[in-house]
């Protein structure tokens, strides 16, 4: 059974630029759910996408936003990226209607200049 | 909103003592609480989840019994190794998982031989 994995592991950006993560989740899984985690902080929930649509949304604003294609695979897409972006960006996988039990990937470290 | 709050870290304790992390929880309805881990550098595994009232997870020696007339999901250990030395989240997911997890903010543990 593969994980969630995540690519790439670290990433450096200037504001205002724009950025790709990408993640593939743990197989059998159809959901996917992208989490920040800030420096000493818990990790805060992004959205979440189940078959290709956007499912659910925490409080971040539209220039965060993501895709889910057919393979169940997702990318988180940032713009305009400012320097409080600079976080580990992390991607859960789950199967719906499992008690909502997520596995996570071991993020992506973004730093922004 | 939903919310968790535990006790702030550093938790410095030595090798085979007794360990609880205190968790407790505000969410409307019944959610599913958890425990994560994160070692340095790495993404998060879960430790142990329970889905409803008076359900007790266990793993790996860890064990939290949700508690609904308290709000709590405590986290205890009878005898804490060096490898235990991570820092802890506590979670919960309610309204179907389609707002992802709430995290609190994390308690860091160092287990001294």
């Known amino acids: 059974e593969t994980g969630v994995t995540q690519s790439p592991t670290h990433l450096i950006k200037t504001r205002g630029q724009q950025v790709t993560l990408r993640c593939s989740s743990q197989?059998?899984?159809?959901?996917v759910s992208w989490y920040q985690q800030a420096l000493g902080q818990g990790p805060q929930f992004i959205f979440q996408y189940y078959r290709e649509e956007e499912n659910g949304r925490g409080n971040f604003p539209p220039r965060f936003s993501g895709l889910q294609f057919p393979n169940y695979s997702s990318e988180l897409n940032v713009n305009a990226l400012e320097l409080d972006d600079s976080a580990l960006y992390l991607c859960?996988?789950?199967?719906?209607?499992?008690?909502?039990?997520?596995?996570f990937g071991p993020g992506t470290r973004l730093l922004v200049l | 909103g939903d919310s968790v709050t535990q006790m702030e870290g550093p938790v410095t304790l030595s090798e085979e003592a007794f360990l609880t992390i205190n968790c407790t929880y505000t969410?409307?309805?019944?959610?599913?609480l958890f425990w994560y881990v994160q070692y340095p550098g790495e993404g998060l595994q879960l430790l142990l989840k329970?889905?409803?009232?008076?359900d007790k997870g266990s793993n790996k020696g860890f064990e939290a019994t949700y508690r609904k007339e308290t709000t709590s999901f405590h986290l205890e250990k009878g005898s804490v190794q060096v490898s235990d030395s991570a820092v802890y989240f506590c979670a919960l997911a309610s309204g179907g998982g389609a707002d992802g997890l709430t995290f609190g903010k994390g308690t860091h543990l160092i287990i001294q031989p």
């Open positions: 329970a889905t409803k009232a008076d």
């Open positions: 197989s059998g899984h159809n959901t």
């Open positions: 859960a996988s789950s199967l719906r209607g499992t008690g909502e039990t997520q596995y």
């Open positions: 969410a409307t309805g019944y959610p599913s």
